[in-house]
């Protein structure tokens, strides 16, 4: 079975604090995702990666950056957070050529007071 | 740009009952269209997919059937279980592109 683990399922941060989520899938897939879901807006991309040290914005891109130096670790960073960026944020893995065949971890919900 | 619209939620439904979760697509061209669920504490997993027009996804008594006519991909079950409840999202791609556009979800809550 694939598996997205995500490091933390709850974290509480203070306004301007830097936080990182980390993602980590066992499947060798080439792309990996970050997205935030809000009630009523659904899913929305903020980055992409398609391979290791590259990159792409996605959506809502500002306010955050990603890094991944190994296929199998993907990280989002908030370097100064925000209470607005107050969401669930979710990560994912494919296959270069099963973009729609995404495998998800089961969400950090990250609360900024 | 690419859409998805679904009903909003949420949907309740007692055991047994027929499920008809309604979604809609704005796209240029001849994009994939999706269905997936998210049960309580997981992540979104595929639940099924079509690819082309008059397709039709099935998968654990789900089906949607690729309507382009008019730009729906609704899902349907017969007869829902409790262990149905989940939040459901539609979803389209284009081939070759690295993303999916998701919809809003809906909660589907299923009481015995």
């Known amino acids: 079975d694939v598996k997205v683990t995500q490091s933390s399922r709850y974290l509480v941060k203070r306004t301007g604090e830097k936080v990182f989520l980390e993602c980590v899938q066992d499947?060798?897939?080439?792309?990996m995702f970050w997205y935030r879901q809000d009630p009523g807006l659904g899913l929305r991309l903020i980055y992409f990666?398609?391979?290791?040290?590259?990159?792409e914005k996605g959506d809502i891109p500002e306010g955050y950056s990603v890094s991944r130096e190994k296929k199998e670790r993907f990280s989002l960073i908030l370097e100064s957070a925000s209470t607005n960026q107050t969401s669930m944020y979710l990560c994912?893995?494919?296959?270069?050529?099963?973009?729609?065949?995404?495998?998800f971890g089961p969400g950090t919900r990250l609360t900024v007071t | 740009g690419d859409s998805v619209t679904q009903m909003e939620g949420p949907v309740t439904l007692s055991e047994e009952a027929f499920l008809t979760i309604n979604c809609t697509y704005t796209?240029?061209?001849?994009?994939?269209l999706f269905w997936y669920v998210q049960y309580p504490g997981e992540g979104l997993q595929l639940l099924l997919k079509?690819?082309?027009?008059?397709d039709k996804g099935s998968n654990k008594g789900f089906e949607a059937t690729y309507r382009k006519e008019t730009t729906s991909f609704h899902l349907e079950k017969g007869s829902v279980q409790v262990s149905d409840s989940a939040v459901y999202f539609c979803?389209?791609?284009?081939?070759?592109?690295?993303?999916?556009?998701f919809g809003a979800g809906t909660r589907l809550a299923v009481h015995p």
């Open positions: 994912a893995s494919s296959y270069q050529d099963r973009t729609y065949e995404q495998y």
């Open positions: 079509a690819t082309k027009a008059d």
């Open positions: 499947m060798d897939h080439e792309n």
């Open positions: 979803a389209l791609s284009h081939p070759g592109y690295n993303k999916l556009i």
């Open positions: 796209a240029t061209g001849y994009p994939s």
């Open positions: 990666s398609y391979d290791v040290k590259m990159k």
